[in-house]
């Protein structure tokens, strides 16, 4: 049997778009950020806990004829959008782009950059029925260290790979949100209680240490 990761999913007879669970759990000395957001672990590596972005299409058919890009989104972009779909803004404007990963033969770097936007009205002042814009592009670059540390695209580097867009209604959007928040909500409420004992128990046991040192002889 093999278990999906897959939390939801929009589907056309052309296009898909799929968020899947990739949550990571923060190492026990940063157990209050309950989410690993690139912390150090003991043997070197870094993870950060996102939701997989999968978008696909189909449209000129399936198989080797399919065009598929995928891309990571943080915990806290959905519980974003689900409040902003939940009020029913009429302008939503969402973008980020990563660099990542170990580089090529080439020296180039894996590059994904996201869309998502709302426009109530098209250019003529019409409504929208399919209001919500997702994109995603994949790409590579020439990764750089910043002053701060950090890393960024050399510019004048990036090479366009492929990219993926779909438009999407305002249920089948606020449909996604909630779906993917609430599997975040459970996910945060079903392994953090564990996590945050454990570093209780850890900082307990520092301070009767501490404590006993303190005592006299």
Known sequence: MRIQRQISIYMTNKKLCEFNDKL??????????????????GDGSRQR?????????????????????TANLSPEFFAYA???????????????????????????????????????????????NYPWFIQVENGK????????GGVHMKKGSYQKGQTVFLNI????????MQQTSRYIETWEL???PKLIREAQQIIAAQQRAAADEDLPA
């Open 141 to 148: 670059a020439v990764k750089e260290k910043t002053a701060l």
């Open 169 to 176: 209604n305002d249920y089948d959007f606020f449909r996604l």
């Open 24 to 41: 990571k759990l923060a190492p026990v000395d940063y157990y209050a950020h309950l989410h690993a957001q690139g912390e150090k672990l």
């Open 82 to 128: 689900l409040s902003r779909v939940s009020i029913g803004v009429e302008q939503f404007d969402f973008s980020e782009e990563k660099i990542f990963g170990e580089p090529d033969a080439k020296g180039l770097s894996m590059v994904t950059k996201v869309t998502v936007k709302r426009a109530a009205f098209d250019s003529n002042g019409n409504p929208r």
């Open 190 to 192: 079903t392994y953090g």
């Open 49 to 69: 806990s996102c939701i997989g972005v999968v978008l696909q299409d189909y449209s000129k058919g399936t198989g080797n004829n399919t065009v598929r890009v």
